[in-house]
C-alpha cells in the first residue's frame, strides 16, 4: 500500500526559509516522479515542481524558479521541498503527490494517484 | 498555461440525486483529464483518470466522460459520504493545472 508521510506544520517569519519532507513507503520509490504542489486557503491546487528520484532531476514551475527548491535522498525514501525567502502569500498546505505515468506517442504524461497527508505553512510576522 | 473552469461552483443536492458536475479546457487535452475529491482538511484523492477511467476502489456511483475541451464527472445516486469539494485537473501539458472546484452539498 502506497504512503506517503509529510512533516509537521510550520510557522515562519517572513524572509525565513523552511524545508518540508514527504518519506515514502509501500513501492519502489525510485520508479515514480514526486509533485510538490500547494494550496492556499479556499484556493485550487498549484503546481509547484517535480523531482525524478532516480535521477535527482527537477522541474519547476516558473513562478517558484529561484525560490523553492526539491531534492531527495533515496537511502531514506524521501523527497524534500526547501521554501526560501518567504512571504506571506506563501501561506497554504503543501502537499507531496506520486505521479503516476502514462506513454502517449510523444512524451510521458502524469497524473497523482496517491498524496501526502500534507504540511501547513504559516508565514507570519 | 491551460486554464480549466468548472461549473458550477456550489451545488445542493438530496441523497440519492443523480448529479452532474461539467469542466472546460481553454485548449483541448485530449483525454488527459482527472478528477480528484477533497474532503475538508484532507489532500485531494484521485477519483477518475484518463477522462473515464475509475481509479481502483472508488464506488461505481462516480462516472468521468468527455474529451477534447469539455467533460463531465457524474454521481449517478448521491450518498451523504459525498460531501466534498470536486476538482478537474488536466496532464496534457505541464505545469498541470486545476479547475476551481465544485463545493457539492447535501441538502
Known amino acids: 500500500q502506497v504512503h506517503l508521510v509529510q512533516s509537521g506544520a510550520e510557522v515562519k517569519k517572513p524572509g525565513a526559509s523552511v524545508k518540508v519532507s514527504c518519506q515514502a513507503s509501500g513501492y519502489t520509490f525510485t520508479g515514480y516522479y514526486i509533485y510538490w504542489l500547494r494550496q492556499a486557503p479556499g484556493q485550487r491546487p498549484e503546481w509547484v515542481g517535480r523531482?525524478?528520484?532516480?535521477?535527482?532531476?527537477?522541474h519547476y514551475a516558473q513562478k517558484f524558479q529561484g525560490s523553492a527548491t526539491m531534492t531527495r535522498d533515496t537511502s531514506i525514501t524521501t523527497a524534500y521541498l526547501d521554501l526560501s525567502r518567504l512571504k506571506s502569500d506563501d501561506t497554504a498546505v503543501y502537499f507531496c503527490?506520486?505521479?503516476?505515468?502514462?506513454?502517449?506517442?510523444?512524451?510521458?504524461?502524469?497524473?497523482?494517484?496517491?498524496w501526502g497527508q500534507g504540511t501547513l505553512v504559516t508565514v507570519s510576522s | 498555461d491551460i486554464q480549466m473552469t468548472q461549473s458550477p461552483s456550489t451545488l445542493s443536492a438530496s441523497v440519492g440525486d443523480r448529479v452532474t458536475i461539467t469542466c472546460r479546457a481553454s485548449q483541448t487535452i485530449s483525454s488527459w483529464l482527472a478528477w480528484y475529491q477533497q474532503k475538508p482538511g484532507k489532500a485531494p484523492k484521485l477519483l477518475i483518470y484518463k477522462a473515464s477511467n475509475l481509479e481502483s476502489g472508488v464506488p461505481s456511483r462516480f462516472g468521468g466522460s468527455g474529451s477534447g475541451t469539455e467533460f463531465t464527472l457524474t454521481i449517478s445516486s448521491l450518498q451523504p459520504d459525498d460531501l466534498a469539494t470536486y476538482y478537474c485537473?488536466?496532464?496534457?501539458?505541464?505545469?498541470?493545472?486545476f479547475g476551481q472546484g465544485t463545493k457539492l452539498e447535501i441538502k
Open positions: 503527490a506520486r505521479g503516476r505515468g502514462v506513454r502517449t506517442s510523444a512524451t510521458s504524461v502524469y497524473y497523482y494517484d496517491s
Open positions: 485537473q488536466q496532464y496534457k501539458s505541464e505545469p498541470y493545472t
Open positions: 523531482i525524478n528520484p532516480d535521477s535527482g532531476k527537477t
